[in-house]
């Protein structure tokens, strides 16, 4: 390794990567809704589009879209992907 990739005591270069992304917490990969959704697919499936049988899995379906949608309303959407996306040059070193 030459004298230019060393880095000082305590630094830490970062992996290459295609870009930067961030997630919350509060983030999980099931939805809220897709357990329902999923039901109601099966149920379509078995039963045919519109069946009478699948009535009640459209309505919870509804139901669940209804208080997810509104409690996504008035939250704000955290800039924090854009944020590291722009300074992400900065720590990994600009490519030559």
């Known amino acids: 390794m030459g004298a230019s990739s060393r880095l000082p005591t305590g ?55 209804e208080v997810v949608g509104a409690s996504k309303a008035g939250k704000k959407k955290s800039t924090i992907n854009y944020h590291a996306g722009r300074l992400y040059p900065r720590f990994v070193g600009k490519k030559d």
């Open 11 to 65: 630094q830490v270069r970062l992996p290459p990567l295609p870009h930067l992304k961030v997630r919350t917490a509060t983030q999980s990969s099931i939805g809220a809704c897709n357990i329902t959704m999923t039901g109601l697919l099966n149920c379509w499936a078995s039963n045919g589009n519109g069946n009478v049988v699948c009535e009640n899995f459209e309505k919870e379906l509804k139901k669940c879209m």
